[in-house]
Nanobody, 121 residues
Framework: QVLLQESGPGLVKPSQTLSLACTVS??????????WSWIRQPPGKGLEWMGG???????YYSPSLKSRTSVSRDTSKNQISLQLGSVTPEDTAVYYC?????????????WGQGTQVTVSS
């Protein structure tokens, strides 16, 4: 069974960079043909696909977040990382690490438990 575990600071100050890591167990992040993505849910709002990295290292980003989002991986640690720059309070959300096969929320069957990130001074 594939397990995903997010980690990172729960509080980030405005204008700083949010950095999260996702440790994957029970499966390799290089296994064809999965995409490992970050999805977030702001309080009172719906889920938003942010970006992801495929089994072959190709990255994909939501157009609305592309300018300040970076998804990367460390295959030696079987980890996926997220960096979101220039954060504002609107970036406050629960952030999920997920595994799927496309770019719609419905295509993601495996989810981490999520980690709350609050942007506040």
């Amino acid at each position: 069974q594939v397990l995903l575990q997010e980690s990172g600071p729960g509080l980030v100050k405005p204008s700083q960079t949010l950095s999260l890591a996702c440790t994957v167990s029970g499966g390799s992040i290089t296994t064809s043909y999965y995409i490992w993505s970050w999805i977030r849910q702001p309080p009172g709002k719906g889920l938003e696909w942010m970006g992801g990295i495929a089994y072959d290292g190709t990255t994909y980003y939501s157009p609305s977040l592309k300018s300040r989002t970076s998804v990367s991986r460390d295959t030696s640690k079987n980890q996926i990382s997220l960096q979101l720059g220039s954060v504002t309070p609107e970036d406050t959300a629960v952030y999920y690490c997920t595994r799927g096969a496309g770019f719609t929320i419905a295509e993601y069957a495996y989810w981490g438990q999520g980690t709350q990130v609050t942007v506040s001074s």
